[in-house]
């Protein structure tokens, strides 16, 4: 039996939600008595093995795989590509297996949550023919059944899914339990990436606007920007408050209308699913929509002018007022305490 | 070669049982397809999550009982008819749901689309997979130049079924589009990434799935409502597809085993006031969490 962590390797830092994975590979396999493995596949696969190993990754298989020109040092990749790679991947490492005297070994394959791997998933799922578990936020696996615990309904119901088969993938919720060094001596294979036909398809351009450098779901801090913060004025409060509180900026769909910062950075069902240490909602209501992106923060502070915003019934500090007022009495406070 | 019914929606609440039985032997034409590229929209109906939700034995329960159709497949067939309003494509949406599902999928011909194909008799409990292989089926046979569908349902949020059908398909396939253009005979997608945005351009036949965060769907003109009624929609049971007998018979592979309500957050402090107490409680929570580095 083997446990999987599946990495896209696009970057020159490994993400922590690979290493969440690698850690939630590791507490599967304990728990049912497999191998944890990682499929490292991308142009940095070779320089991440190591680290996995420190997550414990007993097995390691890489695959270097071709960038597209524009999309250096970003997590970004034509979805073909990894598909492809980790059905070779799968084909190979199956033979080998089967050629070291042992029946096929039933597979869990892990992957983390990002764009990239929801742009990948479910292909991965229809090539190899077997069950999809996406967006969990926790999982039994006793190699052939896995249970999987998964929010669904905007994340106002948790729906307990249930998979059975030899191959099962799931993804992870990203930011939910702190990955753990677990090293161990490790084996590497290597394996030559697969000729991908892209079917014609193209990467044109990345367009990273200002801002969309930062990935959110990395973040320890996020302040979230609602409707409340209404122009430039407000937009400045909330980057000095951002810079003062090591934060990053998120927004609210209601900045997707207003244009003021970039889409990249929305937060909610339709946007990314982040849980850092603290969320800051500066004049966001607490729709649904948003509140399932973030409502597995740690800590969730909130100011909002109306008391009886539904934002405060998931905050432990909510704050009543203008953010106008509170904001620069704010920064004046922080700044005396750094000064 | 038989015609698939096809219904005025007159019919429909009178006849609603008796005409619904017609067996497709071959497969059924459309009106003047040939001429026109086309689009096909895939689309669901959902209960209306954004309305209340409750629990009762196990099953979740909306304050709004009428099903809704799925935002996100809103959006991707707003963005559809915004192309063909363009370029000229013909808009056709299919949705796998239950007979009465065809009032949702009128709502989609109220708003543009010029044609519909509901399939009925999906297998119990279809999941993602099991709809992508009846949608594969049913793209295989007609042929659309591009699928455009919502990334996700707004009531499981799974967004699985656009990658499992592009792959069915062996179609290029470009997921979380937040823009389209049609250009050089290709659709050009800008998709939402990790940490940017992508321009991916596609030939055709491609798979396009759609963020809601590229436009507002359009509401139905009461023209568009009274021009629905006469658009064709045409009701075909899941087994008169190709390879159907095998598709109305087919095991989801993952079920639901039980829905429980959330554990929800329990409200924290709520401190109003003047400005000075709100600026201490805030120093304080900020002052707590060490990753802010205030108070340190
Ligand atoms: C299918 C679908 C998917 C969606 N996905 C998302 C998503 O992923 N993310 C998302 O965010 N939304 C999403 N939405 C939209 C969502 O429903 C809300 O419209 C949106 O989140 C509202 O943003 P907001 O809270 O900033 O604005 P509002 O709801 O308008 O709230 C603004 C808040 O600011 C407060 N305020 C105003 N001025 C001040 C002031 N001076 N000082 C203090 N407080 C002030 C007000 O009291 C109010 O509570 C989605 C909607 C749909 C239909």
């Not at chain 1, 990935?215 to 407000?234: K, N, S």
């Not at chain 1, 850092?276 to 399932?292: C, E, K, N, T």
């Not at chain 2, 992508?198 to 759609?210: Q, R």
Request: hydrophobic share 40%.
């Amino acid at each position: 039996m083997r446990v999987c962590a599946v990495i896209p390797c696009f970057q020159e830092e490994l993400r922590s939600s690979a290493l969440e994975v690698l850690t939630k590979a590791t507490i599967v396999a304990s728990s049912s008595g497999g191998r944890v493995e990682a499929w490292l596949v991308g142009p940095t696969a070779e320089k991440h093995s190591s680290k996995a190993a420190q997550y414990g990754a007993a097995t390691l298989r890489v695959m270097e795989l071709e960038v597209d020109s524009e999309a250096k040092g970003v997590n970004v990749s034509l979805g073909r590509r990894i598909v492809d790679a980790v059905d070779e991947l799968m084909t190979q490492s199956t033979a080998e297996l089967a050629t070291e005297g042992a029946p096929q070994p039933p597979s869990l394959l892990l992957f983390d949550n990002t764009e990239l791997t929801k742009d990948v998933l479910g292909a991965c799922g229809a090539r190899l023919d077997v069950p999809v578990i996406a967006d969990v936020v926790d999982l039994s696996w006793d190699g052939h059944q896995c249970i999987a615990q998964r929010p669904t309904y905007a994340s106002k119901v948790m729906s307990k899914v249930h998979a059975e088969g030899s191959v099962i993938l799931c993804s992870i919720r990203a930011g939910l339990f702190e990955p753990d060094e677990k090293p161990v001596k490790a084996t590497t294979h290597r394996y030559k990436s697969p000729q991908t036909d892209l079917l014609g398809q193209v990467l044109k351009e990345l367009v990273a606007p200002e801002g969309d450098t930062v990935d959110l779901t990395e973040a320890p801090i996020i302040i979230g920007v609602g409707r409340g913060i209404a122009d430039e004025t407000g937009k400045d409060l909330v980057a000095k408050l951002a810079t003062l509180i090591r934060g990053e900026i998120a927004i609210s769909r209601a900045h997707f209308e207003s244009g003021m910062y970039s889409h990249t950075l929305l937060v909610g069902q339709s946007g990314k699913v982040v849980a850092p240490r603290l969320y800051l909602a500066l004049g966001i209501s607490g729709s649904i929509q948003h509140v399932a992106g973030m409502s597995e923060s740690h800590t969730i502070i909130a100011i909002n002018k109306d008391p009886e915003a539904p934002i405060f019934d998931l905050a432990d500090l909510g704050i009543v007022g203008d953010l106008y007022q509170i904001l620069p009495a704010l920064i004046h406070a922080l700044e005396s305490t750094q000064a | 070669m038989q015609h698939a019914r096809v219904l005025n929606s007159g019919k429909i609440q009178n006849e609603w049982t008796s005409i619904w039985h017609i067996q497709t032997e071959a497969f059924f034409l459309y009106s003047d397809m040939s001429q026109d590229r086309t689009i096909l929209v895939c689309a669901k109906e959902t209960p209306d999550t954004y309305s209340d939700l409750s629990f009762s034995g196990g099953s979740v329960q909306f304050s709004n009982p009428r099903p809704v159709l799925n935002a996100y497949d809103a959006s991707a067939l707003e963005e559809a008819l915004v192309l063909s309003e363009a370029h000229g494509f013909r808009v056709h949406v299919v949705m796998i749901g239950p007979e009465k599902a065809s009032e949702t999928l009128r709502k989609a011909l109220a708003m543009g689309a010029d044609e519909a194909t509901l399939l009925t008799d999906a297998p119990k409990d279809a999941d993602s997979a099991v709809i992508a292989k009846i949608l594969a089926a049913f793209v295989e046979q007609f042929g659309p130049d591009a699928v455009i569908m919502g990334r996700q349902s707004q009531d499981t949020d799974v967004g699985l079924a656009g990658g499992m059908l592009a792959d069915h398909l062996q179609w290029p396939w470009t997921t979380n589009a937040i823009g389209i253009r049609f250009e050089q005979e290709a659709f050009w997608v800008k998709r939402q990434g990790d940490s940017a945005q992508e321009w991916i351009d596609s030939p055709m036949p491609c798979l396009i799935t759609c963020s809601n965060n590229l436009n507002d769907p359009r509401i139905p003109t009461l023209k568009g409502i009274m021009a629905s009624k006469k658009k064709p929609m045409h009701i075909v049971a899941i087994d008169s597809l190709p390879g159907g007998d095998a598709l109305s018979t087919l095991a989801p592979s993952t079920t639901i085993e039980s829905l429980t309500p959330m554990p929800e957050r329990a409200a924290g402090e709520l401190v109003e006031g003047d400005l000075e107490t709100l600026v201490e409680a805030l120093m304080k929570g900020l002052g707590s969490i060490p990753e802010t580095g205030v108070g340190s």
